[in-house]
């Protein structure tokens, strides 16, 4: 116990008074938010926020990247994408099923490659649009969405590089993707994903002034690294500290939500976490080994401040044994899960226009968090103007 002016403060409440807003989940509730005369208007804004949580449904955006089955792609559409067909056929009876269990309807995203790597490799960047029309014609009818999916694939001899070094060659290539959707299906993309969680302002200026309306593309948590599971230059963007909840970012750095000033884009966070605590961040994916998935899902489940789960998937994959075992596993844990009737399977818009709200009450608490350096808890004197927190969550 350490006394400041008249009035005893538990220490672990004078270092961290808002650990509760990340960290504690109703059952743990008295755990990490001990009440008593220390305790702040944060941890009453955080329980409140955990009722508020608890009656509402929770939105589940399933974000999956149609494209060929390898990432070097041999140019051959007989067997390229021979994956996509049984993944569509798969995905269709998930939808059926959880309509049917739920009485809700399933509106699931797909993405769609269009970029220079697959103009070259099959004649047209639209290749995938015109090959599955049909397809893409009925889901639109179900309300799902239609978006667009750029690599930033460059030819280097006989195999090809991601080229994320040349801020030029990047722009071309989400360029020559919104171009080709346009042509194919005469409007622009609302929603847009580019490959291996890459982003950067360029790209983030070219869909701003070309009218996409989302980007679901980063994954908060990663740090700023090499892709190191292929051939690839430059950088992948530093996302320890981003926001989990979607935003609208500020003009000068995507990486930020805006304040004052924010773009018109949204920025869609995908779902991340760690299994456990020793082990390093995932991302929800479907063709990743289930039991991590499994965990990370049911944390963020738990957590108060989660807004939505983003869980994305490749077609690709499930060209592959142990992936295509891994769809099945994570889509029946899905449908088996004890609190899926409180899922709502949505579109990025219908996540924006329904719970924009709860994002705003969402924000403003791990704002707090974010702003703790400049935050003075006058009340009580529980934070001298001396003091500094830093940010170790966002």
Known sequence: MLLIGSRPVQRRTLQRPWVGLHQCSRQSWKATCPAGPASTSAHVCCCSLISRRAMKALPVLLCIDVEPNDRQVAGDPATDWSATPPCLEMLDRFRTS???STGNPVHLNWFLRLDPQIAEAYGSAAYACSRYATQWRDYRAAGDEIGLHVHAWR???RTWTTD????EWVRHCAAI????????FLETPRSFRFGDRFLNSEVVDLLEREGVSHDLTLEP???AQELTWDRATGLLPDCRHMPRTPYQPCPFNHLQRGSLRHRRLWMVPVSTGRPRWFRRTRHLNLGVRPDDMRRVFDNLVANATTTHISWVARTGDFANPTCRSNFFASLAFLMEHPRRSAFRFVRPDELISTAHEHFSQGDR?????????RLRLRRGGLLSPARRIPNTDR
């Open 177 to 184: 993707g919104i171009d080709s959707y346009r042509e194919h």
């Open 164 to 167: 994320h070094a040349d801020p």
């Open 98 to 100: 959880v309509q049917q």
């Open 155 to 157: 030819r280097s001899g």
């Open 365 to 373: 608490l791990l704002d707090m968090q974010a702003c703790g350096r």
């Open 221 to 223: 948590g990663h740090p």
